[in-house]
């Protein structure tokens, strides 16, 4: 077969081509750090990294959501230890009062005191986290308690949700009367269930004390062991939600850096591979280019002058 200037030529400028398209391939693999920048690198591995980078973007959504259902959980169990604080005072207060070592003086003096820790126990029952109150079921925009009528406050239904994941659900709020009390309908309450709400309980040590009466004061005393259990109870129930949360928000991290890992083997570039070849890719390139400088200059005239 007979050899043309031409077809050498073109045999010489199609190999430098070739030898671009590669240099510019291992070039944006070793910027970039991945081995598929775009589908036609891995048709088929473009799939799985579509797939994996869907499922990274699933668990990190319930890793997010665990996180922030654990936050208002640990915010709620600070308010319930707050208001258990409130209301174990109030029966040190009680205790106090029923002694019979007290003058009327001093018992409203103490009723004062009182006083005060009621309206420190609306205040809790009114906290909010991240501006939605937490003891008033879904209806987060609306402060359940006022000084006024408290005890007799029955707060919305319903609770606050967040998703874990599949099928996995946990609500992150308090039922305001679970935990502070049934509303009071009557005074006296003729239901037991009403008889320690914890409002009800220190607007009534706050009239004994204020009226002299030690003996009232005393008998308000199983009301408040009463509902010093329920509180702890409900309390212990908020923990162990947290701990689930918790479990969940782990569980969660776990399977997103699993599928991460399975996105980087699948997409990342061995880069310690990608220089070696970037650099003999390069070596070779220039090779041509000076290979090919010798083979297309020469003219008719050059090799009649020889």
């Known amino acids: 077969m007979r050899v043309t200037q031409g077809m050498l030529s073109n045999q010489v400028l199609y190999d430098i081509e070739n030898n671009y398209q590669q240099l510019s391939q291992l070039q944006n693999e070793a910027s970039?750090?991945?081995?598929?920048?775009?589908?036609?690198?891995?048709?088929?591995?473009?799939?799985?990294?579509?797939?994996?980078?869907?499922?990274?973007?699933?668990?990190?959504?319930?890793?997010?959501?665990?996180s922030q259902a654990n936050s208002a959980l640990n915010y709620a169990q600070s308010a319930m230890s707050e208001a258990q604080t409130v209301v174990s005072q109030a029966r040190d207060l009680a205790v106090e009062a029923s002694s019979g070592t007290e003058t009327p003086t001093d018992l409203k003096a103490l009723g004062t005191e009182v006083g005060q820790l009621y309206n420190q126990l609306v205040t809790v029952g009114n906290t909010q986290y991240n501006n939605q109150y937490i003891f008033n079921g879904q209806s987060v925009d609306t402060a359940p308690y006022s000084d006024a009528d408290a005890a007799s406050t029955t707060t919305a239904s319903g609770n606050v949700v967040y998703d874990l994941g599949d099928g996995v659900s946990l609500p992150v709020n308090t039922s305001g009367n679970d935990f502070f009390g049934q509303a009071v309908t009557t005074n006296p309450p003729t239901d037991s269930d009403q008889s320690d709400n914890a409002f009800y309980l220190l607007?009534?040590?706050?009239?004994?004390?204020?009226?002299?009466?030690?003996?009232?004061?005393?008998?308000?005393?199983?009301?408040?062991?009463?509902?010093?259990?329920?509180?702890s109870d409900a309390q212990a129930d908020v923990g162990a939600r947290s701990d689930r949360a918790q479990m969940m928000e782990n569980r969660m991290s776990d399977l997103s850096q699993n599928v991460t890992t399975l996105l980087a083997n699948t997409q990342g570039a061995d880069m310690a591979q990608v220089l070696t070849q970037?650099?003999?890719?390069?070596?070779v390139q220039q090779a041509s280019l000076e290979?090919?400088?010798q083979a297309l200059v020469p003219t008719l005239v050059d090799f009649l002058k020889s």
């Open 32 to 66: 970039t750090g991945n081995k598929i920048n775009q589908p036609s690198d891995d048709p088929i591995g473009v799939q799985f990294v579509m797939q994996y980078d869907s499922e990274t973007a699933y668990y990190q959504q319930y890793q997010q959501n665990a």
């Open 203 to 231: 607007s009534q040590l706050q009239t004994a004390l204020n009226n002299g009466d030690s003996q009232q004061a005393g008998d308000l005393l199983n009301g408040f062991d009463s509902r010093l259990d329920k509180m």
């Open 278 to 283: 970037l650099s003999s890719a390069m070596a």
């Open 291 to 293: 290979v090919g400088a």
